[in-house]
Nanobody
Framework: QVQLVESGGGLVQAGGSLRLSCTAS????????MGWFHQAPGMERELVAA????????YYASSVKGRFTISRDNAKNTVYLQMNSLKPEDTAVYYC????????????????WGQGTQVTVSS
């Protein structure tokens, strides 16, 4: 059984930082795309960042480019999202997901999902 477990969410003041982690079990995803999505109340789930098999293959939404960094440790089957210079509009539930292919931005390819972790940024 495949499981993705996120950790690292919480409450932080604007301008602060958080680091999210997502560890997969049940299979390895070293050659698959891994992504972080967020969903604010009343909004659709949106792809925030994604990474291919290496750190050189990444995607960032324009709203987070330059502030967030996605990385992965394939030996640990773990993907990270370093979030710096956080803004109140970053407040959302953040979900980790694993795709069935190496393509980063086709959201329908993301098959496995974590339970989500809440990130709240106060002004």
């Amino acid at each position: 059984q495949v499981q993705l477990v996120e950790s690292g969410g919480g409450l932080v003041q604007a301008g602060g930082s958080l680091r999210l982690s997502c560890t997969a079990s049940g299979r390895t995803f070293s050659s698959n795309a891994m992504g972080w999505f967020h969903q604010a109340p009343g909004m659709e789930r949106e792809l925030v960042a994604a990474i291919g098999w290496s750190d050189r293959d990444t995607y960032y939404a324009s709203s987070v480019k330059g502030r967030f960094t996605i990385s992965r440790d394939n030996a640990k089957n773990t993907v990270y999202l370093q979030m710096n210079s956080l803004k109140p509009e970053d407040t959302a539930v953040y979900y980790c997901a694993a795709a069935m292919t190496s393509i980063l931005t086709i959201t329908s390819n993301y098959r496995y999902w974590g339970q989500g972790t809440q990130v709240t940024v106060s002004s």
